[in-house]
């Protein structure tokens, strides 16, 4: 599994989300639930013991579905690339995304590939089914899309994310043409980059979408240690009223959760309901997260 994971904010139906996704994309299965406590309630307003989050796998890549409430939802400024190996896969991905979604670009033949679509879905997270030979194990691909005041900025974007993790590497990067206003020549029409295992792709666009980043889709990272944690969040953290929980926006407005990722989700999982408690009053106390206050809570039985 990739350290890298998403995080889609949903009202009520992550579960729902969970299971329509795992029905149809390959490699798929739910890996775990996590639940409200009464801890932090006079925020989240969720009654204790229901659902927080479903979490899920696609292929190497890690989802986590929150029941966050009405506050934000999924916009295409962020989508993912399905990468598949022939168009009958394409198809069968696009046909369950189809049903109840909005069509963003139409299924069919592109220069870029023989068998490719936009769509988003019924729950509002936007997808890119696409045939691709050359993968290479590759089968989501998380997209940002800069538009509006960012416009012009994924090139630069790139250039921060490769240097906050040392194995990382830029791919493909294809650009504008003067023949294609608004867009700018030379800014990014397409390109893509890897942090360690996890490919991303970016992409400039000068159109009026009306969207741009926000919280209903984040990017998380599984930061091991305090040492990583203090250093990424000084490097992404742009906005402090954003700062909660172990969640910032970067200087693009790109939402990030850093935090021990695995290491959250077994404690939250156990059974021993008062440490799960102890923990969730210690989160909801943090903006940046403090990892030994976190264990402490856990193994606190006084």
Known sequence: MSRFSACLWFDTEAEKAAQFYTSFLPRSQITGRTHY?????????????????????????????????????PNPSISFFIFCGSEGEVDRCWEALADGGTVLMPLGEYPFSRRYGWIEDRFGVSWQP?????????????????????????????????????????????RYPASQPPDREGTIMYADF????????????????????????SLMVDARTQDEIDRLWSTLSAD?????????????????????????????RQQDRAAVQRVMN??????????????RAFGDAT
């Open 282 to 295: 210690a989160m909801f106390r943090m903006k940046k997260i403090d990892l030994a206050a976190l264990r």
């Open 130 to 174: 696409i045939v691709a030979d050359d993968a290479d194990g590759r089968l989501i691909v998380p997209s940002m899309l800069f538009t509006g005041r960012v416009c012009g900025k994924a090139e630069e974007a790139i250039g921060l994310y490769t240097t906050l993790f040392p194995d990382s590497e830029v791919g493909e990067i294809a």
């Open 194 to 217: 890897r942090l360690e295992s996890q490919w991303f792709a970016v992409m400039d666009s000068a159109l009026d979408h009306k969207f741009g980043f926000n919280e209903g889709i």
């Open 240 to 268: 402090p009223q954003a700062e909660q929980c172990g969640w910032l926006k970067d200087r693009y407005g790109v939402s990030w959760q850093i935090f021990p990722v695995g290491e959250m989700n077994d404690m939250l």
């Open 37 to 73: 406590t009464e801890a932090g309630r006079e925020f989240h307003g969720r009654q204790p013991g229901s659902i927080m989050t479903v979490d899920f796998a696609v292929g190497g890549f890690g989802f986590s579905a929150l029941n966050g409430g009405p506050d934000f939802s």
